[in-house]
Structure formats: structure tokens, C-alpha cells
């Protein structure tokens, strides 16, 4: 195989992503595995970790990974299936600084991919691209690379539970859709000291019960049954591959992430006066109120954990939070997203007072607001509206383009940009009241429509929306 059969669309913003086995197969991925190799190489990188997540295609495609980084001149770790978090945890515990992770994350069954990690920096945009740039030019080493397998199923757990105890038991339903996290957030949980209710947490790749994404209402509805009839203190959902979290109350109530970066943000600055924390552009008005009122410094940032991790380092940020569920601690930790080790921070807290997670959320009530709503519009043309879009006038709103537009008011905001894994626009709204939502809500109509006169945003996207676990995604289409 050559650079001319392999699929330039599968290099994304974020990692690299194609369905199995038409765009990413046994031969393609040890040309990818070449050039990552190759890269790694120029950037003074010996040696890298490999694991993958427990799709049906990954074995296969994590031994040609490292046939084509072996071939390219560099050492391997072979670390089996493992979580994302525990490859990025082995590349700081094995010294290597690389590292490179078969997952598909929480897209379907038939979806895989590669995150990459060389040096301690994670590839995003034009560094993903470059990969691909790499193969096209021909510019590949030649090698024979060490191969060698480690065992962190025990140092992993073991570093996340450092000065980390309960202070009170706690019953907790933990739902993994089946998904590569499951065995081990069990063991870890139960080792913490909670009684764990598994939910799916057996590795399946096929995804039999629910899809492995925590960040669609649907995928929760059997976690919030069994936390409801068992009675237990929590709900905790990962996605497939480990690196998201989401929370269901002792009631049932989905915790938005907002309400959940909102708790960790406090937490820190409680004990770190004046504090930086990044956040992406689709969090809450909430989020930055409480960081200035607590007197830290808020960092509004492009989304994607790629984006956010690379930020934090820049900035030297000590935590991070994404709208989707990812969850960065640099504090006491290695500033990596990381579903795991967030559980285990947010029990915790939860342990450490007699608070029901219902109480403790009580205090970041969610404003209205939309659901996401995805616009579907070809990749060729998302990123030409977004461009158009931004040309418009907003005042007296102030603008922020640092990933598409955050269109902010006084007493509300909208976010829209261009979706850097599918051919779609994603699309925010929030507002201090519901009057004010959907005022928003047909201002942003009318200034959508001088750009795309066929749009229709749905009927749902301007009621008010302070139930989460009514949460649903919701698209439009552009005819």
C-alpha cells in the first residue's frame, strides 16, 4: 500500500479516525504506524507505548501499528488493552513521553482510530495532517525497532489511589457500555472502598447494550433506572475508551459537565487562590462567573482534548474541563484527561461531607439552555459558513473566535462552529432566563438565515431547557 490509497479525511483535528476496514485497515495502519515512527523520530523520540481499546478491530490494528513503528526505527511498548488514561499514564511511568492509542473512543463499533502523544505534546490539527503528509512525500525511516510488553494493570490504580480515601462508604452504579474502562474502574472502585454496582462492564466491542458515549441522554437511561432502584449514592459513566465521565445523582438527575467542572473548579481554588483553569467554549457563563468570583483566572479555549491538554502545558494551567465530559487535573496528577482518576477525585469529595449529590450540586443550578444542536453541512462547506457568519455585525454583543463564534450578551450567549470530527455545525445557547433564551434564539435564527436561507433550527432548541434528564441532541438540516 501507498500514500495514494490511504484516505486523507481520516486525519482529523484531534487524531486520526476511519471506519474499519474500508479507510483503516491492517495495511494502512502500518503506514501510519511508518510515519508516526518517522515523526517521532525527527522529534528526538526512541521509544512508544501502544495499547488499544476493546473494539473488535483493535487487536489487529494495534499489531500493525507497531509493525510499521518498528519498521520505521523506533522501540515499542506493548502495554495490550488497556484505558486511553493508562497509555497516557505509562508514557509519564516508563519514561518514554510517547505514546500511541488504538481507539475508536465512543464512536460506533465499526470506528477506529489513533490519539498520539510524542514528547509529552499531543498531535492536533496541522500536526495530524503532517502525519498524513509524511506518507504523500515518502518521507519514512527505515529500521528495526525493540519490541517489549509491560504489565500496568497494578502501577496504574495503585498511582491514582495516592492519598486518596473515602470518608464515609458510598454505594456507586458505574455503567461502561461496555467499553474498554470497565474492569478496571470496577477493581479500582472497589479497592477505593465503595460497593460497586457494574453496569456493562464487561469489554464487548460490539456494544450490545447502549453506545458507549455518555454525553447523549439515551446511553444513561438504564444507569439512572439502577441507581434509582438500588438506592445508591451515585451514578458514574465512562465512555468507550476511558478518558470522559459523567454523573447521575442519587435521584436519578443527570450532572451536567458543567456542574461537574464547576465542583472541581471550586474545589481547586478553595485550596490554590488565583489558579488558572481552561475551559472550552462550549461551557457554561456559569463556569467563568464562579472562577472570577473565587478569584482565579479563567481561560476560554477551543475544544477537544488535544486543544485543552496542549493549552494547560502552555499556561501551566493546574485543571481543565471540556462540555463533553473530559476532565483534565494537573493538580496532583498529569494534566491528561482521564475518566479514572476523575471518578475517584469526585468521590472523594462527595465522601468528605454529608451531602446528597443531589445537595452538593445544588449549589451551580443550570441556566436554559439548548441541547447541542448539529447542524448537518458537507466538510467542504462548514468551515466557508462559519467564515461568512463571523462577518456579520453582533453588536452590542462581544465576540470571541477563537473556535468558531462565542456570541456573548448580558444575559446570555450562543456558541457555533465547525464539528472537527463529522460534516456538521454544532450549536450552543444559554441565557439567565428563558425570556432571554429565546430572544437569543431568533436573533440567532435571523443571523443564521443571511448566510443559510434554508435553515430551520428546531422548535426545541428555544424551550426552556433546565432539566437535564430530558437531555437530548438535536439536528437540524440544511436543504
Same mark, same amino acid.
Given at each position: 500500500m501507498n500514500g495514494q490509497d490511504l484516505n486523507p479525511t481520516i486525519f482529523r483535528a484531534y487524531d486520526i479516525r476511519g471506519t474499519y476496514p474500508q479507510s483503516l485497515n491492517a495495511a494502512s495502519t502500518t503506514l501510519i504506524g511508518r510515519a508516526i515512527g518517522s515523526e517521532a523520530l525527527a522529534r528526538h523520540q526512541q521509544s512508544i507505548c501502544v495499547g488499544y481499546d476493546g473494539r473488535l478491530s483493535s487487536p489487529e490494528l494495534s499489531d500493525a501499528l507497531i509493525a510499521g513503528l518498528r519498521q520505521?526505527?523506533?522501540?515499542?511498548?506493548?502495554?495490550?488493552?488497556v484505558p486511553t488514561p493508562a497509555l497516557y499514564f505509562?508514557?509519564?511511568?516508563?519514561?518514554?513521553?510517547?505514546?500511541?492509542?488504538?481507539?475508536?473512543?465512543?464512536?460506533?463499533?465499526?470506528?477506529?482510530g489513533f490519539k498520539i502523544m510524542l514528547g509529552g505534546h499531543t498531535l492536533s490539527g496541522d500536526e495530524i495532517t503532517g502525519i498524513y503528509q509524511r506518507i504523500a512525500n515518502g518521507q519514512l525511516t527505515e529500521g528495526s525497532g525493540a519490541l517489549h510488553s509491560e504489565d500496568i494493570s497494578e502501577s496504574y490504580p495503585d498511582r491514582i489511589l495516592v492519598d486518596r480515601q473515602l470518608s464515609r462508604p458510598l454505594k456507586v452504579v458505574v455503567d461502561c457500555g461496555n467499553g474498554v474502562p470497565g474492569p478496571w474502574i470496577v477493581r479500582l472502585l472497589e479497592r477505593f472502598g465503595c460497593e460497586v454496582l457494574p453496569l456493562y462492564?464487561?469489554?464487548? &466491542?460490539? *456494544?450490545?447494550? #447502549?453506545?458507549?458515549?455518555? %454525553?447523549?441522554?439515551?446511553?444513561?437511561? /438504564?444507569?439512572?433506572?439502577?441507581?434509582?432502584?438500588?438506592?445508591?449514592?451515585?451514578?458514574?459513566?465512562l465512555d468507550g475508551d476511558g478518558d470522559r465521565l459523567a454523573v447521575v445523582s442519587n435521584s436519578g438527575k443527570i450532572i451536567t459537565p458543567d456542574q461537574l467542572i464547576c465542583l472541581f473548579s471550586q474545589d481547586l481554588l478553595l485550596r490554590h487562590p488565583g489558579a488558572e483553569i481552561v475551559y472550552d467554549v462550549k461551557c457554561s457563563l456559569n463556569l467563568p462567573l464562579l472562577i472570577n468570583k473565587l478569584g482565579g483566572k479563567g481561560d476560554m479555549w477551543r475544544c477537544g482534548h488535544s486543544m485543552i491538554k496542549n493549552r494547560m502545558r502552555q499556561?501551566?494551567?493546574?485543571?481543565? &474541563?471540556? *462540555?463533553?465530559? #473530559?476532565?483534565?487535573?494537573? %493538580?496532583?496528577?498529569?494534566?491528561?484527561? /482521564?475518566?479514572?482518576y476523575a471518578a475517584v477525585r469526585f468521590l472523594q469529595l462527595l465522601s468528605s461531607g454529608d451531602k446528597t449529590a443531589d445537595q452538593l450540586f445544588s449549589q451551580f443550578p443550570p441556566l436554559p439552555s439548548t441541547p447541542m444542536i448539529n447542524i448537518a453541512i458537507s466538510d467542504e462547506d462548514k468551515?466557508?459558513?462559519?467564515?461568512?457568519?463571523?462577518?456579520?455585525?453582533?453588536f452590542p454583543a462581544r465576540v470571541c473566535h477563537v473556535d468558531g463564534l462565542r456570541v456573548e450578551y448580558n444575559d446570555g450567549w450562543f456558541g457555533i462552529?465547525?464539528?472537527?470530527?463529522?460534516?456538521?455545525?454544532?450549536?450552543?445557547?444559554?441565557?439567565?432566563?428563558?425570556?432571554?433564551?429565546?430572544?437569543?434564539?431568533?436573533?440567532?435564527?435571523?443571523?443564521l438565515q443571511q448566510v443559510?436561507? /434554508?435553515?430551520?433550527?428546531?422548535?426545541?432548541?428555544?424551550?426552556?431547557?433546565?432539566?437535564?434528564t430530558d437531555r437530548d441532541d438535536t439536528h437540524a438540516t440544511v436543504t
Open positions: 520505521s526505527g523506533v522501540d515499542v511498548i506493548n502495554l495490550g488493552m505509562a508514557t509519564h511511568a516508563l519514561n518514554t513521553g510517547s505514546g500511541v492509542m488504538v481507539t475508536g473512543s465512543h464512536n460506533p463499533a465499526e470506528y477506529n462492564c464487561d469489554v464487548d &466491542g460490539r *456494544f450490545p447494550n #447502549h453506545h458507549p458515549d455518555p %454525553e447523549k441522554a439515551e446511553n444513561l437511561l /438504564d444507569l439512572i433506572s439502577k441507581v434509582r432502584e438500588s438506592a445508591a449514592d451515585i451514578g458514574l459513566a499556561t501551566q494551567a493546574m485543571f481543565g &474541563g471540556e *462540555f463533553s465530559g #473530559h476532565l483534565f487535573f494537573a %493538580e496532583q496528577w498529569y494534566g491528561f484527561d /482521564d475518566g479514572l468551515f466557508r459558513i462559519i467564515e461568512q457568519f463571523s462577518q456579520l455585525d453582533f462552529r465547525p464539528s472537527n470530527t463529522t460534516p456538521m455545525l454544532t450549536l450552543r445557547i444559554e441565557a439567565l432566563s428563558v425570556a432571554a433564551l429565546q430572544k437569543i434564539s431568533q436573533l440567532l435564527q435571523q443571523k443559510m436561507p /434554508d435553515l430551520q433550527i428546531p422548535e426545541l432548541a428555544v424551550t426552556n431547557y433546565t432539566n437535564p
